[in-house]
């Protein structure tokens, strides 16, 4: 209750300060911005990496841009709904896949290579910042939901928060209007072999045993028929630390003893972050089974932890994106998407009891190798070594 | 889209003319916009989660079933079982985090394009600063003021449906119901603790 009255707080009190400054301030009409700049260092044209003035405005208000479908950008979303709600993370992948070919901005912003890399570069962050606003607006609410349910482990929380921002901030400010199409794609390529990977080990003998042991150990003591134990003294409850120094703190987690190196949640959260940020993803995928792995902790307490963690890099990498670099993004398309994941989400809890787990996950294993492949090499090399070419 | 903006621009931007002056009336009608979006979006939510209300209680079941052996093994002392049931826990978890984060999609979709009209009307127009702001600079758009005025509208409106009756059922829903007293209900550290004295 104290936490969101300070919540509360906050927010009122950044309302009053954007008040006040506005109220004192004046209005007058931008004469220039990053994206106009951009456009008037393009040659003017008809062909390909040219801009014709007179043409009509189509994507991100270029004149004679490729002009984005919102009935295409609302039904691919209904396929990224689905799979968010049946497989999870590689919903995140599937919206910049959308964002990179389905609607044609990697071909478009590619035109501009050579005749005007400003435009290629501000098209790429675009791309990137769209992807953030996509899964970080549809993981606002469900994040506060869990901040609400969850308990923070504050020390871990800091650490991890203070990586997180760092970046958030970072990689936005280093590479924003600095990342070629051709290179985000490469690195958004290798990315996606690595979830791919996750899931391949999923589905392998050796994860399917791990997994199947787990639910065993657990099943196992369900049936023990949970003996009746004591419960604790005051003194054993919470987190009492046993001892603490740089490379490490040992700690009892209600009777139960663990330890983890202090710089591993500073680090972790900062290269999450990173991550999250230079591709344009949430990053939850990457926090959760991070925070299990750390230290071993309760559901609840990851759930309170990562969410907040993915809210506070979520928000300073947008800002920074789009405050720092003012970085332009289609609104409408991302309003058709939403609608789009909305009505997949429906859709996915329907349809998932008919397909194994097992099965989804092999599904998009082929997936994940077929856009890695072809997006690192595209990236990379230049040219795709899978259709279309 | 900006043909359906140009039809519909003369009745959003007659929410900002509700008052003579003109940063009172833009702050006024940025509100009215954030009610709008707020009252889709809580519709739109709870059509999405009553549709699928079977299944999202199935799986978040599952997780507060699996979540609750893990405090008890805890309190038992019993790190085997603990990290076994934890481990359930949180994949349970990952599948419903997904599942609430495309089904949040419910409640905000209104508000991007709220801000593409915005960008429409106002994206030209740049407010000075009295003072030059570190990383903001001197000059701001309506993004700097949308989201604070959204945020408060979220905040006020939830307190305030709640005192509305036929509203409650609106403010009550959310991805996941929590507190059906039928269900099994997330144990926490309290639950496995002794009380003092």
Known sequence: MKNKKRLAAGFIFMFLISSVLLAWSTVSYAGSDQLADAIAATPEGTGPGLINPDAEPGFLGIPGGISTSYILGFLWAIWVGWIFSTVGAFGGIMAGVGHITVFGLRAYGASFKDSSPALNKLITDSIRVSNQWLVGLSGMISSFNYYKMGRLVLPLGICLAIGSIAGSYLVPWITAGKISLKAYIGYFGLIVFVIGGFLFYETTPKGQAKKKAASAAAKAFEEANIKKTDKLSPEECGVQVKSWSLTCISFTFYGVEFTFKPIIPVIGGFIIAAIASFLGVGGGFLFVPFLTSIAGLPMFLVAGTSALTVFIGMIVSIFTYMAVSGVPIDWALIGAELAGIFVGSMIGPRTSKYIPDIWLKRLFVVLALYVGIRYTTLGFLGRSLLPPF | ?197
């Open chain 2, 1 to 197: 889209m900006d043909n359906v903006f140009q039809h519909i621009d003369s009745l959003l931007i007659s929410l900002f003319r509700i008052v003579d002056t003109p940063i009172t009336g833009y702050y006024l009608g940025t509100a009215i916009i954030c009610v709008i979006c707020f009252f889709i979006g809580k519709v739109t939510l709870r059509i999405s989660s009553s549709f699928n209300s079977s299944f999202l209680q199935k799986d978040r079941s599952a997780m507060v079933h699996m979540h609750n052996l893990s405090m008890k093994a805890l309190a038992g002392r019993d790190k085997t079982a603990y990290t076994s049931c934890n481990k359930q826990a949180n994949e349970a978890f990952g599948k419903v985090f997904f599942t609430s984060v495309a089904l949040g999609s419910s409640a905000l979709w209104p508000v991007p394009f709220a801000l593409a009209w915005m960008q429409y009307r106002f994206g030209q127009v740049q407010f000075e600063l009295p003072v030059e702001l570190p990383v903001v600079g001197s000059h701001t758009g309506y993004l700097f003021t949308f989201f604070p005025i959204l945020v408060l509208t979220y905040i006020f409106m939830g307190r305030f449906m709640s005192k509305i009756n036929s509203l409650r059922a609106l403010k009550n829903n959310q991805v996941y119901p929590e507190d059906l007293p039928d269900q099994e209900h997330l144990l926490t550290f309290k639950d496995i603790t002794s009380q003092p004295g």
